[in-house]
């Protein structure tokens, strides 16, 4: 894909030139949305809000990457979705679970995995990577969510969140302690390869 041809398309007024980069970049634009605020309905409104401002402010844009630019309209639409969840806090219409009482959730019932026992497993071990970023600082987890899940590099997570270079290295840095010590409480969900050394032992 030639994404500034498109963009230069796009800034000419050719929607479908438009659309073939929402198209591209929706699923990573979904999936930051989503390990940020947590679920689905917010991640999907919050990626339509994106790439409709993205589209309606086309003419500000300054060149470089378009990809970064837009992962910036979608981390400011995140910070306002949270910002707006302290104010008005919801309390979620999830079932709370007692500790011994097991239920399947509808994200492993839509999984397509062969096994069922693989799918919850898979299940699990997303929720412990997902309540591991929920706890860290909102300014911590998008660093995270951009460069370790979203494979950006560290100059493009600056543009995307406007922080300078040092502060993306010195966050992440700190943020991936955070994420290692929380997952360690979940050592059993996680591969052998990955935990500790003293954990693979016992």
Same mark, same amino acid.
């Given at each position: =894909?030639?994404?500034?041809?498109?963009?230069?398309?796009?800034? !000419?007024?050719?929607?479908?030139?438009?659309?073939?980069?929402?198209?591209?970049?929706?699923? =990573?634009?979904?999936?930051?949305?989503?390990? =940020?605020?947590?679920?689905?309905?917010?991640?999907?409104?919050?990626?339509?809000?994106?790439?409709?401002?993205?589209?309606?402010?086309?003419?500000?844009? &300054? !060149?470089?990457?378009?990809?970064?630019?837009?992962?910036?309209?979608?981390?400011?639409?995140?910070?306002?979705?949270?910002?707006? &969840?302290?104010?008005?806090?919801?309390?979620?219409?999830?079932?709370?679970?007692?500790?011994?009482?097991?239920?399947?959730?509808? &994200?492993?019932?839509?999984?397509?995995?062969?096994?069922?026992?693989?799918?919850?497993?898979?299940?699990?071990?997303?929720?412990?990577?997902?309540?591991?970023?929920?706890?860290?600082?909102?300014?911590?987890?998008?660093?995270?969510?951009?460069?370790?899940?979203?494979?950006?590099?560290?100059?493009?997570?600056?543009?995307?969140? !406007?922080?300078?270079l040092g502060t993306i290295k010195s966050r992440l840095a700190?943020?991936?302690?955070?994420m290692r010590n929380c997952l360690q409480g979940?050592?059993?969900?996680?591969?052998?390869?990955?935990?500790?050394?003293?954990?693979?032992?016992?």
């Amino acid at each position: =894909m030639d994404e500034q041809a498109l963009v230069k398309d796009a800034l !000419g007024g050719d929607l479908d030139a438009f659309n073939r980069l929402v198209l591209a970049y929706q699923d =990573m634009a979904f999936n930051l949305a989503y390990r =940020m605020l947590g679920d689905d309905s917010s991640a999907k409104d919050v990626t339509q809000k994106a790439f409709i401002s993205a589209y309606r402010g086309l003419t500000g844009y &300054r !060149g470089g990457s378009f990809r970064s630019w837009v992962l910036k309209m979608v981390t400011n639409a995140s910070y306002d979705e949270l910002r707006q &969840r302290k104010r008005h806090p919801t309390t979620p219409l999830e079932p709370e679970l007692d500790d011994d009482e097991e239920i399947e959730s509808p &994200r492993w019932l839509a999984d397509n995995s062969p096994s069922p026992e693989e799918s919850v497993e898979r299940a699990e071990l997303e929720d412990a990577i997902q309540n591991c970023l929920s706890d860290l600082p909102d300014d911590f987890r998008i660093i995270v969510v951009l460069v370790d899940v979203e494979g950006l590099g560290y100059e493009q997570a600056a543009a995307a969140t !406007g922080n300078p270079l040092g502060t993306i290295k010195s966050r992440l840095a700190r943020a991936r302690l955070r994420m290692r010590n929380c997952l360690q409480g979940y050592w059993e969900l996680i591969p052998a390869i990955f935990r500790l050394d003293h954990e693979r032992t016992t």
